[in-house]
């Protein structure tokens, strides 16, 4: 069993920064991507970043300079940098790893005032 725990949320002012963390049981290197999501309240969940095996990155637009997603393996972790957030980035984020199945973590609060 794949077990996923996301660390580093919390309360931030509109133009700060948080980092995320994705803590994994089993080594990452052997799941083909990772990735972080988000879902605010009444929306429906949203990719926000990925990384993959081969460490090829994908963003979505609303976060694209803004957020850097990045892997150590050695770790066992994915990370999410977030600079310059915005109100409208507030939201539950998920950390996702992706390989035979796909695993979820529990999700962790971001929440940017203005």
């Known amino acids: 069993q794949v077990q996923l725990v996301e660390s580093g949320g919390g309360l931030v002012q509109a133009g700060g920064s948080l980092g995320l963390s994705c803590a994994a049981s089993v080594s990452i290197f052997n799941l083909n991507a990772m990735g972080w999501y988000r879902q605010a309240p009444g929306k429906q969940r949203e990719l926000v970043a990925a990384?993959?095996?081969?460490?090829?990155?994908n963003y979505a637009d609303s976060v694209k300079g803004r957020f850097t997603i990045s892997r150590d393996n050695a770790k066992n972790t994915v990370y999410l940098q977030m600079n310059n957030l915005k109100p409208e980035d507030t939201a539950v984020y998920y950390c996702?790893?992706?390989?035979?199945?796909?695993?979820w973590g529990q999700g962790t609060q971001v929440t940017v005032s203005s």
């Open positions: 996702k790893g992706s390989g035979s199945f796909s695993y």
């Open positions: 990384i993959t095996k081969g460490g090829t990155t």
